[in-house]
């Protein structure tokens, strides 16, 4: 069995979360930083959680913090991993408008950290990095498909906090020939994504509205296209990244792209419901036109189909935003946006023999379903009155 260490650095967040559970699989010891928070954040590394008193762990926890140089070396110093995989970033393109000094701090002078303690700690030659570089680096289009050979354009914090990351990456490997490596992700989504991420927060949305939890979906902008594909393809991408005798750089993605408008409408199809969109701009709203009764009732169940007949009915008597199920709320606009990601995985099918399993359809199945089961969930806790957030009821 293989016994190799790996260090995950955001190993809470969704990527971290696939990418632990796959490596022990594999048979590797898995050592993870989280924060420290007010409250529980391993909700999504709970399953593989193992209590410290056992003798013996393949999941191990250490506090830190990509913005605290000692404490990240000090922690690579204890593990010696032979993989560190950084994964920890704020993540959020929309979010890094506002927090933008400290994006530049985790996001990119949190790479060189890790970089840097590798070096000066002497294990260039043992440990290799993996750095989860990203398709926002393309943001103003240049060309497409985009490859590991197109120019960047960074159109956020973000996307330039990782510009760095990259490119220090790119340095260090150079300049002292660490086994140091980009995988340049495509967006890469899950039923454990972040719910406040477009993809996340539509099949969330659906799923309560037909369960009669929420009336109106509001987003941004509804033209931008992403090409997605399933985080539990892109982490083995990641581990076969490392597993190559010289580090480089490869692009990961599924080649194909889809505006936010038909995500949504083939969100809204997965459980028999045809959404269609009308008006421009600010005054785009998607409306629900009619119900596959067959499927609904396969995939959500007959009991709530009336009331949301009923509200088929008095929509088509709205017009605008009245009876709209979709709307467009221009606080999600960006100050400058990525209007069309589209990956080409040439190098990385050829090199690394990656191959996606999912579809976007396979991905909006998976999506869908989770989030039709949690809410559901949430639902029946409502209603019999076990669920409240006010502890001081
Ligand atoms: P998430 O936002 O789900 O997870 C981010 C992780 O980083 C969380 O564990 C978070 O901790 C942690 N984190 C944030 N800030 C810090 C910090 N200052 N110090 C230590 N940990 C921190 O992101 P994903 O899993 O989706 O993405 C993983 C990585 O890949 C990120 O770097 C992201 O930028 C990049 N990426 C993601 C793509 C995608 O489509 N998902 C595509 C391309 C790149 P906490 O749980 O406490 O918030
Ligand atoms: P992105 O993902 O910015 O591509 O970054 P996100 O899902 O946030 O946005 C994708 C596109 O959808 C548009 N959009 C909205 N986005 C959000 N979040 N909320 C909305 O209501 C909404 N309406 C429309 C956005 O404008 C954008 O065009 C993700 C992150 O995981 C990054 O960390 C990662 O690097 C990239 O993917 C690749």
């Given at each position: 069995m293989n016994m190799k260490t790996a260090l995950i650095t955001g190993i809470t967040g969704q990527d971290g979360a696939y990418l632990a559970e796959f490596l022990i699989k594999k048979g590797y010891i898995v050592h993870g930083i989280k924060r420290r928070a007010s409250s529980f954040n391993t909700e999504r590394i709970d399953h593989?959680?193992?209590?410290?008193?056992?003798?013996?762990?393949?999941?191990?926890?250490?506090?830190?913090d990509l913005t605290d140089s000692m404490n990240l070396t000090r922690i690579i110093q204890e593990v010696q991993p032979d993989e560190i995989y950084n994964l920890?970033?704020?993540?959020?393109?929309?979010?890094?408008?506002?927090?933008?000094?400290?994006?530049?701090?985790?996001?990119g002078l949190g790479t060189l950290r890790i970089l840097e303690a590798v070096r000066l700690l002497g294990l260039s030659k043992k440990t290799r990095v993996y750095q989860a570089s990203t398709s926002e680096l393309y943001?103003?289009?240049?060309?497409?498909?985009?490859?590991?050979?197109?120019?960047?354009?960074?159109?956020?914090?973000?996307?330039?906090?990782?510009?760095?990351?990259?490119?220090?990456?790119?340095?260090?490997?150079?300049?002292?020939?660490l086994h140091a490596s980009n995988g340049i992700l495509f967006n890469h989504e899950s039923p454990i994504r972040g719910e406040t991420f477009v993809t996340r927060k539509i099949t969330r949305a659906i799923a309560r509205i037909v369960l009669g939890m929420q009336e109106t979906l509001f987003l941004g902008n509804l033209s931008a296209q992403r090409d997605w594909g399933h985080a539990k393809d892109y982490v083995k991408a990641m581990y076969l990244i490392l597993q190559q005798d010289q580090p480089d750089d490869y692009v990961i993605a599924t080649g194909v792209t889809t505006t936010i408008r038909d995500l949504v409408t083939k969100a809204a199809a997965e459980i028999g419901l045809q959404i269609t969109f009308s008006g421009k701009g600010v005054?785009?709203?998607?409306?629900?036109?009619?119900?596959?009764?067959?499927?609904?009732?396969?995939?959500?169940?007959?009991?709530?189909?009336?009331?949301?007949?009923?509200?088929?009915?008095?929509?088509?008597?709205?017009?605008?935003?009245?009876?709209?199920?979709?709307?467009?709320?221009?606080?999600?606009f960006?100050?400058?946006?990525?209007?069309?990601?589209?990956?080409?995985?040439?190098?990385?099918?050829?090199?690394?023999?990656?191959?996606?399993?999912?579809?976007?359809?396979?991905?909006?199945?998976?999506?869908?379903?989770?989030?039709?089961?949690?809410?559901?969930?949430?639902?029946?806790?409502?209603?019999?009155?076990?669920?409240t957030l006010n502890y001081f009821e």
């Amino acid at each position: 069995m293989n016994m190799k260490t790996a260090l995950i650095t955001g190993i809470t967040g969704q990527d971290g979360a696939y990418l632990a559970e796959f490596l022990i699989k594999k048979g590797y010891i898995v050592h993870g930083i989280k924060r420290r928070a007010s409250s529980f954040n391993t909700e999504r590394i709970d399953h593989l959680y193992q209590d410290p008193h056992e003798k013996k762990r393949n999941l191990i926890l250490h506090y830190g913090d990509l913005t605290d140089s000692m404490n990240l070396t000090r922690i690579i110093q204890e593990v010696q991993p032979d993989e560190i995989y950084n994964l920890a970033a704020m993540s959020h393109v929309a979010v890094s408008f506002e927090t933008p000094e400290y994006v530049g701090n985790a996001d990119g002078l949190g790479t060189l950290r890790i970089l840097e303690a590798v070096r000066l700690l002497g294990l260039s030659k043992k440990t290799r990095v993996y750095q989860a570089s990203t398709s926002e680096l393309y943001g103003l289009v240049q060309e497409v498909p985009q490859t590991e050979k197109t120019p960047f354009y960074p159109r956020s914090p973000y996307g330039v906090a990782k510009l760095y990351g990259y490119w220090i990456t790119v340095n260090y490997r150079e300049a002292y020939g660490l086994h140091a490596s980009n995988g340049i992700l495509f967006n890469h989504e899950s039923p454990i994504r972040g719910e406040t991420f477009v993809t996340r927060k539509i099949t969330r949305a659906i799923a309560r509205i037909v369960l009669g939890m929420q009336e109106t979906l509001f987003l941004g902008n509804l033209s931008a296209q992403r090409d997605w594909g399933h985080a539990k393809d892109y982490v083995k991408a990641m581990y076969l990244i490392l597993q190559q005798d010289q580090p480089d750089d490869y692009v990961i993605a599924t080649g194909v792209t889809t505006t936010i408008r038909d995500l949504v409408t083939k969100a809204a199809a997965e459980i028999g419901l045809q959404i269609t969109f009308s008006g421009k701009g600010v005054q785009e709203t998607g409306h629900l036109t009619s119900i596959d009764e067959k499927i609904f009732n396969e995939k959500v169940g007959g009991q709530y189909l009336p009331a949301l007949k009923n509200r088929l009915h008095s929509a088509s008597s709205l017009g605008g935003h009245e009876g709209a199920l979709i709307a467009v709320d221009p606080q999600y606009f960006r100050p400058t946006e990525v209007d069309l990601l589209i990956g080409d995985a040439s190098k990385a099918r050829k090199q690394l023999g990656w191959e996606p399993q999912y579809n976007l359809a396979a991905l909006v199945n998976d999506m869908m379903q989770s989030d039709i089961n949690l809410m559901k969930k949430d639902s029946y806790l409502r209603d019999g009155g076990y669920r409240t957030l006010n502890y001081f009821e």
